[in-house]
């Protein structure tokens, strides 16, 4: 908590994360005001933002610049190390998914973050997704009836592999790391923690260094949740599909915010992330089929409450706590592809 109406916001890295992600509402969204940044790309900083400190490394921003949020959007592999030393600086601290690559190291951060009664959370902002607000919805007022189904998929049409970190054999690099977390992270919020997990996490890709493909089967005991993504899906994508004992709906196409902030539209109207009717998703019942109006999603709205989190102590919007359910996991579903059996889910998740 502070005492300063005012959030001084530094950030580690200006790549896609940080340009795409965070920028257009630390800029557009009081009471943030972006002070600071860590990156090899001094000039193009300067020259965008001239009135923001740059700095060559993540350590000298952490021990001298004054912000009152430090924003992490460094490879996976750093994730930790960087946000123990931001919290020991006394900082409050937002990372890019994943939270971290260890369970283990997101222990030790909760702790650390106790101890110094400061902010740490993780930006999981496809909780704010239209199509998955109308997901929760559509269960919440019961208008499937008692789910039996659920899939998700975020498939992409990526047969080559990139020269990127995220592609390479590194700690935390693959695809199970990179979205395993979001759609891990939504089946947590509709549906809780699973009794079990079966798992293929595979390398399809011919000159690929990790991961590429997953398939995740979360056993519940009156359902199955299935989560998938493959890089070679050419076709129209399916992003949700649920069964129901009253009906089911289906959703094509992903949600239009991630798309709308790369090309340059800024979160400062309320009908910003509203999604084109043509990509409304069909809700089918005995009775027939009907168009669902995609719910109005907003990342904005996990940085109103962030604000909130810091500048007065209410709620987190992504908890560390929850985040680290995600990393279980993954763990549970790599161990789970390599034993080829299915896993267990303990009571930590």
């Known amino acids: 908590m502070t005492t300063t109406t005012e959030i001084k916001t530094a950030i580690i890295g200006y790549g896609f994360s940080a340009t795409t992600f965070h920028l257009p509402f630390i800029l557009n969204l009081p009471p943030f005001r972006f002070t600071a940044v860590s990156t090899s790309k001094g000039e193009l900083v300067q020259k965008q933002h001239p009135e923001v400190e740059v700095y060559a490394d993540a350590e000298t921003l952490l021990s001298r610049c004054d912000a009152d949020l430090v924003i992490i959007t460094a490879p996976n592999a750093a994730h930790f190390a960087l946000a123990k030393l931001a919290l020991q600086q006394g900082k409050p601290v937002v990372l890019e ?11 030790e951060l909760i702790a650390l973050a106790r101890q110094q009664q400061r902010v740490l959370s993780v930006y999981h902002n496809r909780r704010w997704d239209g ?25 992409r049409f990526r047969p080559e592999v990139r020269k990127r970190w995220r592609e390479s054999d590194v700690e935390g690099g693959g695809i199970l790391f990179d979205l395993g977390p ?42 199955l949740a299935v989560l998938r993504s493959s890089p070679f899906c050419a076709s129209p994508t399916l992003r949700f599909e649920v069964q129901g004992e009253a009906g089911s709906f289906i959703k094509h196409g992903l949600d239009p915010q991630e798309e709308r902030l790369k090309s340059g539209v800024l979160p400062v109207t309320p009908g910003w992330s509203q999604e084109n009717s043509e990509q409304y998703g069909q809700l089918y019942t005995a009775d027939g089929a009907q168009p669902v109006t995609t719910e109005t999603g907003g990342y904005q709205h996990y940085y109103h409450q962030l604000a909130g989190a810091i500048l007065d102590g209410s709620e987190i919007p992504v908890s560390a706590e929850q985040a680290l359910r995600n990393i279980r996991l993954i763990h549970l579903a790599l161990q789970s592809s390599a034993s080829g059996q299915t896993v267990a889910v303990d009571s930590k998740v």
């Open 97 to 107: 998914k994943p939270f971290v690559t260890r369970v283990e190291q997101g222990e």
């Open 131 to 155: 199509d998955f607000l109308t997901v929760q919805k559509l269960i919440a007022e019961n208008r499937l009836g008692a789910v039996r189904y659920f899939e998700s998929h975020f498939d």
């Open 182 to 223: 979001h759609m891990l992270d939504q089946a947590l919020q509709l549906f809780g923690p699973p009794t079990a997990i079966t798992a293929q996490v595979k390398t399809l890709r011919p000159q690929a260094e990790v991961d590429d493909f997953f398939h995740l089967t979360l056993h519940y005991p009156q359902h």
